[in-house]
């Protein structure tokens, strides 16, 4: 069975003036409101709220449900903790103590508004990065970081791994339905095999899918040598800024101003 | 009757010189090859294809189809001349050699390695320098000559087996190729998707080296034959003379698709 694409696309397949959007657009205004949100200061609630405003303006002209990015950016969350010692070490009026033995941890105030600050910055990012993978597909992304000038190899070695990412997932499921094809235990009786031994025969099926994709690579490479690759990449524009584009990206633009204004002068 | 030789050349002209003013799509003389751990793939190979003939080329796994097939545009190189309409396959050469041999690999998904259909297509043509409009009108050509035109925007790890073969083809007609190799095309196919290739096949008017283990395609598709074996060509002649041999099918491993039927 093929494994199928879904698992891993997390491309949702609709029209919308987001769909349509030129992906340069979409990218550039993602990596830029993650710098607005980077550029934030500690606390500044009132501009957070502003940003993540945008996030649910953009789900909804999506035509996605308000929280779709919302409530699939858990998975990026405990990505913050590692902030989580931000907690302990600025001066301020102290809020709780933490004995732990020989250690005595003070959190303050203005630890806690930091802390939860660079919560929000990643989680609002992360809500905006989902929503470009969400919209965008991913042919059309590759075009974007190319025409963006992200270095040719870097985009290459990215398409080449969503490419063969299906094809080794089907490699590993065939590898594992072989082990439990021959997984057969005597009646009443329990596996065999020492721990030890189990863990060889998992570190060999490793092996051999690295070996197996060594060698799809010098395939894959003959088939493009075959086709007169001679070093470069090339590929057509299929994309050409409209209006729209522009129109969307200054907007994009003035509002992150707006809550750049709002964070650093009315805290 | 057939044509079997060991190590001196074939003494009996292959069948199809005659058109185009005698000169062959492919010659390959004397070729010798060895992989690097010493294994000797290909030895005193002997093989000439002339413009418009369809060649099967058959034998055991490890006969050495495959290295041959890849010294036919210069990917891998073996002691030997080769050449592909009249000019001989050296460095210099190499590059408009590749657009003039389209070589199919036998896994699509090591021929088909861009995330869409389009760009795996417009791949060949764009390495050749064509134009922005060229490519384009080459990749509609090619996708319609396969029945694939509706396919330009899918990604390629969505399509069937049969599917990706078909793309696979089609991304070397892009680059309007005078000979087609193919590795085993029909391998892996459903009756229903072989019918097809056979067909697609069929109705190309192309040059055709193809390797295959799949002999009722080669008795339907292919009037002249090539057994390989270790090596070495062991016999080049019409397709009804050598599948009638079963002296020589036997030795070689291989076996008359109509061996089962009652006489």
Same mark, same amino acid.
């Given at each position: 069975?093929?494994?199928?694409?879904?698992?891993?696309?997390?491309?949702?397949?609709?029209?919308?003036?987001?769909?349509?959007?030129? &992906?340069?657009?979409?990218?550039?205004?993602?990596?830029?409101?993650?710098?607005?949100?980077?550029?934030? &200061?500690?606390?500044?609630?009132?501009?957070?709220?502003?940003?993540?405003?945008?996030?649910?303006?953009?789900? +909804?002209?999506?035509?996605? !449900?308000?929280?779709?990015?919302?409530k699939r950016s858990f998975i990026a969350l405990p990505f913050a903790l590692a902030a989580v010692t931000v907690i302990?070490?600025? &001066?301020?009026?102290?809020?709780?103590?933490?004995?732990?033995? &020989?250690?005595?941890?003070?959190?303050?105030?203005?630890?806690?508004?930091?802390?939860?600050?660079?919560?929000?910055?990643?989680?609002?990012?992360?809500?905006?990065?989902?929503?470009?993978?969400?919209?965008?597909?991913?042919?059309?992304?590759?075009?974007?970081? !190319?025409?963006?000038?992200?270095p040719q190899l870097l985009v290459a070695v990215i398409s080449f791994m969503y490419r063969y990412l299906f094809v080794?997932?089907?490699?590993?499921?065939?590898?594992?339905?072989?082990?439990?094809?021959?997984?057969?235990?005597?009646?009443?009786?329990?596996?065999?095999?020492?721990?030890?031994?189990?863990?060889?025969?998992?570190?060999?099926?490793?092996?051999?899918?690295?070996?197996?994709?060594?060698?799809?690579?010098?395939?894959?490479?003959?088939?493009?040598?075959?086709?007169?690759?001679?070093?470069?990449?090339?590929?057509?524009?299929?994309?050409?800024?409209?209006?729209?584009?522009?129109?969307?990206?200054? +907007?994009?633009?003035?509002?992150?101003?707006?809550?750049?204004?709002?964070?650093?002068?009315?805290? | 009757?057939?044509?079997?030789?060991?190590?001196?050349?074939?003494?009996?002209?292959?069948?199809?010189?005659?058109?185009?003013?005698?000169?062959?799509?492919?010659?390959?003389?004397?070729?010798?090859?060895?992989? #690097?751990?010493?294994?000797?793939?290909?030895?005193?190979?002997?093989?000439?294809?002339?413009?418009?003939?369809?060649?099967? *080329?058959?034998?055991?796994?490890?006969?050495?189809?495959?290295?041959?097939?890849?010294?036919?545009?210069?990917?891998?190189? =073996?002691?030997?001349?080769?050449?592909?309409?009249?000019?001989?396959?050296?460095?210099?050469?190499?590059?408009?050699?590749?657009?003039?041999?389209?070589?199919?690999?036998?896994?699509?998904?090591?021929?088909?390695?861009? #995330?869409?259909?389009? @760009?795996?297509?417009?791949?060949?043509?764009?390495?050749?320098?064509?134009?922005?409009?060229?490519? $384009?009108? $080459?990749? =509609?050509?090619?996708?319609?000559?396969?029945?694939?035109?509706?396919?330009? @925007?899918?990604?390629?790890?969505?399509?069937?087996?049969?599917?990706?073969?078909?793309?696979?083809?089609?991304?070397?007609?892009?680059?309007? #190729?005078? *000979?087609?190799?193919?590795?085993e095309p029909s391998a892996g196919l459903d009756p229903r998707a072989r019918r097809s290739l056979i067909n697609l096949? $069929?109705? *190309?008017?192309?040059?055709?080296?193809?390797?295959?283990?799949?002999?009722?395609?080669?008795?339907? *598709?292919?009037?002249?034959?090539?057994?390989?074996?270790?090596?070495?060509? @062991?016999?080049?002649?019409?397709?009804?003379?050598?599948?009638?041999?079963?002296?020589?099918?036997?030795?070689?491993?291989?076996?008359?698709?109509?061996?089962?039927?009652?006489?």
């Amino acid at each position: 069975m093929m494994m199928h694409a879904s698992t891993f696309d997390r491309y949702q397949a609709g029209e919308s003036l987001i769909h349509r959007l030129d &992906p340069r657009v979409k990218v550039v205004v993602t990596v830029l409101f993650i710098l607005s949100n980077v550029l934030l &200061p500690d606390g500044a609630w009132l501009a957070f709220m502003l940003a993540w405003g945008m996030v649910v303006v953009v789900n +909804l002209l999506a035509r996605l !449900r308000w929280d779709y990015a919302l409530k699939r950016s858990f998975i990026a969350l405990p990505f913050a903790l590692a902030a989580v010692t931000v907690i302990f070490n600025l &001066p301020g009026q102290t809020v709780f103590t933490l004995n732990l033995g &020989p250690w005595q941890l003070t959190a303050t105030d203005a630890c806690l508004i930091r802390f939860s600050s660079i919560v929000i910055r990643s989680w609002l990012s992360v809500q905006m990065a989902i929503l470009l993978t969400a919209t965008t597909q991913f042919p059309d992304m590759m075009h974007a970081l !190319r025409h963006l000038r992200v270095p040719q190899l870097l985009v290459a070695v990215i398409s080449f791994m969503y490419r063969y990412l299906f094809v080794l997932a089907d490699e590993v499921m065939r590898l594992l339905r072989a082990r439990e094809a021959r997984s057969a235990r005597r009646p009443g009786g329990g596996g065999g095999g020492t721990v030890l031994w189990r863990a060889k025969v998992a570190g060999h099926m490793v092996g051999q899918l690295f070996l197996r994709s060594y060698d799809r690579s010098d395939r894959v490479y003959n088939a493009m040598l075959a086709r007169g690759y001679q070093g470069h990449f090339l590929t057509l524009n299929p994309h050409v800024m409209q209006a729209v584009d522009w129109a969307s990206a200054g +907007l994009a633009v003035v509002f992150m101003i707006v809550v750049q204004i709002v964070g650093h002068v009315m805290i | 009757m057939p044509v079997i030789h060991e190590t001196k050349k074939p003494d009996t002209a292959p069948i199809a010189l005659a058109k185009n003013g005698g000169q062959p799509a492919l010659t390959v003389e004397n070729l010798d090859f060895s992989y #690097p751990d010493g294994h000797i793939a290909l030895r005193n190979v002997w093989l000439s294809v002339g413009h418009g003939e369809k060649v099967a *080329l058959v034998g055991p796994n490890g006969a050495g189809k495959s290295t041959l097939m890849l010294h036919l545009n210069g990917i891998l190189t =073996g002691n030997g001349q080769i050449q592909v309409a009249g000019m001989p396959l050296i460095k210099s050469n190499l590059p408009v050699i590749r657009g003039k041999v389209g070589l199919v690999f036998q896994s699509p998904d090591d021929q088909l390695f861009s #995330p869409t259909v389009f @760009e795996d297509v417009a791949f060949g043509p764009l390495h050749m320098g064509l134009t922005e409009a060229e490519v $384009r009108a $080459r990749v =509609g050509r090619a996708l319609a000559q396969v029945g694939m035109t509706e396919y330009a @925007e899918r990604l390629s790890h969505h399509l069937s087996v049969g599917e990706k073969k078909r793309i696979a083809i089609a991304t070397v007609l892009s680059m309007e #190729p005078d *000979l087609l190799v193919l590795d085993e095309p029909s391998a892996g196919l459903d009756p229903r998707a072989r019918r097809s290739l056979i067909n697609l096949l $069929r109705d *190309l008017p192309l040059t055709m080296l193809v390797s295959t283990h799949d002999m009722l395609m080669v008795y339907e *598709l292919f009037p002249r034959m090539v057994i390989m074996d270790e090596g070495r060509i @062991e016999a080049d002649g019409a397709t009804e003379d050598l599948m009638s041999d079963e002296v020589l099918l036997e030795r070689h491993g291989l076996e008359s698709p109509f061996a089962l039927m009652p006489r």
